[in-house]
């Protein structure tokens, strides 16, 4: 009958491991080392290590600036419209998005270089298919503002729209 074979395992030492590789690891990182000592050496030079060490051991009090600077109502306020803000931003179509960052820059290096338009340049634009297009968009966005203050503030008329409420519209005559 055949015997076993007794298998001697010599006893594993994870931190004889651990020193090897740690021995090991400047032959095989020593670009990586050399570059985070210059990094480290230029965050000390410039006082950065000692802020970050400020940092945290008055992490405590820092944590109370910020949360007293947060309950501030302006602060309250303008989270509130930064969300408001990234919601109408994040419902534009990227490709409207692009085309209005393309056309600023674009208008206004040709505003630099040529001299102003005369009215009839004005008004020959202003014709023009795109531009209707475009100021019909904004006047849509206006008139939506334009409710949403009438819905806050009370509905009063103001003085000099009391005096219109007589008129007809061109529509109605």
């Known amino acids: 009958m055949a015997q076993p ?6 006893a594993r030492d ?3 491991e651990l020193q090897t590789r740690l021995q090991n690891a400047p032959l095989q990182h020593a670009e990586a080392l ?7 050496q230029r965050l000390h030079d410039r006082g950065v290590l ?6 945290l051991g008055s992490s405590d009090k ?5 949360v007293d600077a947060a309950k501030t109502p302006e ?20 490709e409207l998005l692009e085309g209005i960052a393309k056309a ?14 005369n009215l009839w340049q004005m008004f020959k634009k202003m014709c023009s298919h795109d531009t209707r297009r475009a ?6 966005v206006l008139e939506s503002f334009g409710k949403s203050l009438g819905s806050v503030t009370s509905p009063e008329l103001h003085p000099a729209e009391s005096d219109l409420t007589g008129i007809e519209s061109p529509a109605k005559l």
């Open 135 to 140: 100021l019909g968009a904004m006047l849509s």
């Open 50 to 55: 000692d802020l970050l060490r400020g940092a």
């Open 34 to 40: 050399l570059s985070g000592y210059e990094l480290l």
């Open 75 to 94: 602060a309250i306020i303008a989270t509130r419209n930064l969300l408001i803000l990234s919601k109408v931003v994040f419902s534009l179509e990227p």
């Open 104 to 117: 600023v820059p674009n208008s206004l290096t040709q505003a630099r270089e040529e001299k102003p338009l």
């Open 62 to 66: 820092v944590i109370e600036i910020v």
């Open 5 to 10: 074979i007794p298998l001697q395992m010599p």
């Open 14 to 16: 994870p931190r004889a």
